[in-house]
């Protein structure tokens, strides 16, 4: 039975920057480092951990680990500059807090750059939901590939539609999506975790093993060769916009970090959060991507679980593909969460009065909890899931997608707005040594950014027109 109630304290109804007072009535924070290590481990190491193998591929052994490193150190110098943004003035003692990415850009750059900085932070939420939504509905397929392959023979003809698998995907988030917001969803991040965890160990076991059988370690220096040098360039440049995907989560730190408990202050559990994870992360990349392409050489698959390099045994490829399946379906809420909390919070102070906005319906189901229904929410995050799903049927292309998005992300959001705000956090004095240090380092990630763009929408047009 549906009863309608005023809910004014939704975590979602936050002002663009609110004080210690004010956000105490708002969300009691509970989270400590672990929970946050468990929503960024959910975030970063999702989709992408299973296109470094291919990424090494192009790369080679020269060049593929040492940019999967840089691209770590990158990342944490990126995060660990922007976890100092949360609180102001003070970064660690101050009475303001910046909740999310665009609230921070506001409060330091003000309005003009926010609404750039809006339509390239939805545009990378949203896309990372696409690519998750493409990753899942092909790893659903690569279990009945590999009971077929089992049955029949690697030879058999076993061909099953992205289709219907991503459509299922998208009625599962549909029903997640109703999780309010971040602080209600600390238990699907540590599940997420935990099954990121196990197929990157499932996906580094099978690559140890074949790098045994075959008795040698596959590959060169300089990795696949192709047909021209203008071939070999744009897979070079998409197989970094596939490791710079599987990084950055600049993008939802600030959610991560608004929900940390303090003492000590959040910045320093974040920092430490952020250290961990990252290195963790690193690690399994390195020995995921490595193990990869040492496997298979220039045959090296688009996806290490997916691509069918590995055969048998067949029941634990689809353990990993299970578990890549449970991983996604809370990563995408990872990086959806901060979408709905940005349009629902810009409709509410919009329209106030309005019930179908603000207002909330408590229905309570035969044996169990009641649950707080909000007619907008049910209808914008339904056709946000629609959406998506429409958008992964008709691009169904892991790794040009990957590139794409990670290439087009990776320096805006990773490193320029972050270096921006700290310059006027930290009141950073023009053409000092730290300023020259960070625009320097803020260029450099520009030109691999543009490099890599250009290759992933080469490899996403021949994709799409082959």
């Known amino acids: 039975m549906a009863k309608y109630t005023e809910d004014h304290h939704s975590p979602l109804l936050q002002c663009s920057n609110s004080s210690d007072e004010e956000s105490g009535h708002l969300t009691h924070r509970t989270g400590t480092i672990w929970t946050a290590i468990a929503h960024i481990i959910t975030g970063v190491m999702g989709a992408g951990v299973l296109s470094l193998g291919w ?5 080679g052994w020269l060049f593929g680990p040492p940019a999967i490193v840089v691209f770590a150190v990158v990342t944490g110098v990126s995060t660990s500059i922007l976890s100092d943004c949360y609180r102001s003035p003070h970064s660690e003692y101050g009475p303001d807090r910046n909740a999310s990415f665009l609230q921070a850009v506001s409060y ?13 932070l939805n545009e990378s939420l949203y896309g990372n939901d696409i690519a998750y939504t493409i990753a899942t509905a092909t790893s659903m397929r690569a279990i009945l590939k590999s009971n077929c392959y089992h049955e029949q023979g690697h030879d058999a003809a076993c061909k099953y539609p992205d289709s219907i698998y991503m459509l299922l995907f998208g009625l599962v988030q549909i029903v997640m999506s109703q999780i309010p917001n971040f602080h209600d969803m600390a238990w699907l991040s540590v599940v997420a975790a935990i099954m990121s965890f196990a197929y990157s160990f499932i996906g580094l076991g099978l690559g140890f093993a074949k790098v045994i059988v075959n008795g040698e370690i596959m590959g060169s220096i300089l990795g696949v ?3 021209s040098a203008t071939d070999k360039v744009w897979l070079v440049f998409q197989g970094l916009g596939d490791i710079a995907f599987a990084y950055p989560y600049s993008i939802i730190l600030l959610e991560i970090q608004d929900t940390l408990k303090s003492p000590p202050s959040e910045t320093k559990t974040m920092k430490k959060a952020s250290r961990s994870a990252i290195t963790i992360t690193t690690l399994f990349y390195l020995c995921c991507g490595s193990f990869g392409y040492a496997a298979f050489g220039n045959n090296t698959p688009g996806n290490l679980l997916t691509g069918f390099g590995f055969y048998e045994p067949y029941w634990l490829v689809d353990l990993a593909n299970a578990c890549v399946i449970l991983h996604l379906v809370g990563g995408y809420q990872v990086f959806s ?19 179908f906005v603000n207002g909330f319906y408590q229905l309570k189901l035969p044996s169990l909890t009641t649950f707080q229904l909000n007619p907008f929410r049910l209808c914008f995050r339904t056709l946000y ?19 794409v998005l990670g290439a087009l992300n990776f320096w805006p959001l990773v490193v320029y707005f972050p270096v921006e705000m700290y310059f006027v956090q930290r009141k950073i ?23 890599a763009l250009i290759g992933s929408l080469e490899g996403l047009v021949t994709a799409k027109l082959s």
């Open 108 to 120: 330091y750059l003000g309005e003009k750059k926010q609404w750039i900085c809006a339509v390239l």
């Open 225 to 227: 060769p192709a047909a």
């Open 429 to 451: 004095v023009p053409w000092s040594r730290k300023w020259v240090a960070l625009k320097a380092f803020s260029f450099a990630c520009f030109l691999v950014s543009a490099v």
């Open 55 to 59: 990424s090494l591929a192009q790369l």
């Open 385 to 403: 899931v629609v959406s998506t799903t429409g958008i992964a049927m008709l691009f169904p292309y892991f790794n040009e997608v990957l590139g």
């Open 337 to 355: 969460q901060p979408v709905f909390a940005n349009v629902e919070t810009w409709f509410s102070e919009r329209y106030p009065e309005s019930h």
